[in-house]
């Protein structure tokens, strides 16, 4: 069964400093792996979207890692600001078109001052 | 440009009453539609998704429906909600097939049941 386990659940930092989010995943055959922001009530926003060739992908303080061969990825969050505060989900996606998309739990980032 | 609609941002229902939520795609075609739910504090659980006019595939079993009457109309419904219906419930539509995929996300609705 296709499924992304994310860790860790939850994560309290303080205001700037770094931290790094995992990403797990057994979907196959894979098409692309995605780290969304999703605030309190809100929709989630996208961050990076990593397809298999690519290994690293920055978006500003945010950068997510992919290998392929042991199915992981990760995002780091360099010099964390308050407004980071938010849940980070996983997302893979795999090849076949129509099938489901698959989401990690999570996880919960609280920046505090 | 390709956009997704989602309403009622918020909605408060009292249990039994019926539940109707809408989410339309613009700028695309024969999208690919998803209805998902969020207790609070948790993942996304992933209700139905559509591949197609009047295509439903139901995950989990409950007292909800979806509906697709047009190609990118998604429409979530219940003859009578439940304490546990409450929720957050996101709408997104992924567009297939292409090598570099869109996938987004309505604004949700919170629905809160009392």
């Known amino acids: 069964k296709n499924q992304v386990e994310q860790s860790p659940q939850s994560l309290i930092i303080l205001e700037g400093k770094n931290c790094t989010l995992q990403?797990?995943?057994?979907?196959?055959?894979?098409?692309?792996l995605r780290w969304y922001k999703q605030d309190t009530g809100r929709g989630p926003v996208s961050l990076t979207i990593?397809?298999?060739?690519?290994n690293t992908k920055s978006n500003g303080r945010y950068t997510a890692t992919l290998d392929a061969d042991t199915k992981q990825s990760s995002l780091h969050i360099t010099a964390s600001q308050l407004s980071d505060s938010a849940s980070y989900i996983c997302?893979?996606?795999?090849?076949?078109?129509?099938?489901?998309?698959?989401f990690g739990k999570g996880t919960r980032l609280s920046v505090i001052a | 440009s390709q956009t997704i609609h989602q309403w009622p941002a918020t909605l408060v229902q009292p249990v039994g009453s019926p539940l109707s939520l809408e989410c339309t795609v613009e700028?695309?075609?024969?999208?690919?539609l998803y209805w998902y739910r969020q207790a609070a504090g948790r993942g996304l659980q992933l209700l139905f998704y559509?591949?197609?006019?009047?295509?439903i595939s139901s995950e989990v079993p409950q007292n909800l429906s979806a509906s697709r009457p047009q190609d990118r109309q998604f429409i979530l419904s219940s003859k009578k909600l439940l304490l546990s219906d409450s929720g957050f419930y996101l709408c997104?539509?992924?567009?297939?097939?292409?090598?570099?995929?869109?996938?987004?996300f309505g604004s949700g609705t919170q629905l809160s049941v009392l």
């Open positions: 997104a539509w992924r567009e297939t097939p292409a090598t570099n995929e869109k996938l987004f």
């Open positions: 990403c797990n995943y057994t979907v196959s055959p894979f098409s692309n």
């Open positions: 990593m397809t298999f060739s690519e």
């Open positions: 997302v893979v996606i795999d090849s076949r078109g129509n099938t489901p998309l698959v």
């Open positions: 700028g695309t075609s024969n999208p690919n």
């Open positions: 559509s591949i197609g006019i009047d295509q």
